[in-house]
């Protein structure tokens, strides 16, 4: 395997280094390889690409061919790098793994699209933050396996052709829409990666407990999975904290109560909702009534940046249905006054009418 750049997703939820932020920390990368499933079978979850890709890969394989280019969309940790390293083993080819924003010249791709081997996996994270000429070269590669490299400035340019190997590209998005359509069409399959179900993110936690050698119960798997946030990446960081505070503060066996009380020392509420989180629904409904409110306001009633209020803390909170975004500004849902063990206020003047000041 060669990793040509594991870097940059650019998002806050990096900038913020927050326990339940979905991209990988530097931690996350070193223990990340340990837990990966290696196999389409030891997979959790994701039953529709799983069972989709199975039939994209065994038809290739018994065809002896190269197996179609593969889009995998969905929220940072969901194991779209992880499916990747499926599809090559499964196919027994070797993977190169880039990202979009290491490839800012068509030149970084011809040179990494010439070396690629035979039935070679290459593996494209943020696929669409690639440069615009790398793009275009990517289609040709794609379709053709052929590339034009340009050697030379203006008039003088000429266009070199150069073959390439039959490879399969797996392309990874957070943001399926933001493809431009000529690209997405030259993929032969696309799948859409949904955040996980309690449930699977169990099964996560027991098999990443088992392979770390710790000893859980199932409430307490359970308990750690309702703060997931549908995520496997963040299930596997819950469950390290965990194991930290069990060996420190109990006998290393990890217990619902153990899970519960670690989970509660780094601010990670039941419903995985964390510090800031929870500060932003605070401040919705105790000084604002329940809103609706204006992002800048609310962001600065939490001290926070307008951006970290909306990119950071608003999605998840809207997904949970506890925040609504509109036009006239964030408004709380009533799950948002029960989550917080608030009382909403009674409507003045039936619906529509103005909130009251005071929430409980
Ligand atoms: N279906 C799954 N079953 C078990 N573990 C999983 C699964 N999906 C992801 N994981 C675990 O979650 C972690 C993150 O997965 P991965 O790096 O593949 O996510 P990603 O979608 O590529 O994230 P990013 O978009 O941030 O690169 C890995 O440690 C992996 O072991």
Known sequence: MNWDDTSET?????????????SADGEDQAVEAALRPKSLGEFVGQERVREQLDLVLKAALARGATADHVLLSGAPGLGKTTLSMIIAAEMNAPIRITSGPAIQHAGDLAAILSSLQEGEVLFLDEIHRMSRPAEEMLYMAMED?????IVGKGPGATAIPLELPPFTLVGATTRAGLLPPP???????????????????ERVIHRSAQLLDLEIDADAASEIAGRSR???????RLLRRVRDYAQVKADGHITREVAAVALGVYEVDARGLDRLDRAVLQALLKLFGGGPVGLSTLAVAVGEERETVEEV???????????ARTPRGRVATPAAWTHLGLVPPAPAGGAGGQAGLFGG
């Open 230 to 236: 549908g995520t496997p990446r963040i299930a596997n």
């Open 10 to 22: 650019g998002t806050p939820d990096d900038a913020a280094e927050r326990l339940v932020g979905a």
């Open 313 to 323: 803390a608003e999605p998840f909170l809207v997904r949970e249905g506890l925040l």
């Open 145 to 149: 396996f052929r590339v034009d490299v």
């Open 183 to 201: 690209l997405r069409d030259r993929f032969g399959f696309t799948g859409h990666m949904e955040f996980y179900t309690s449930t699977e993110l």
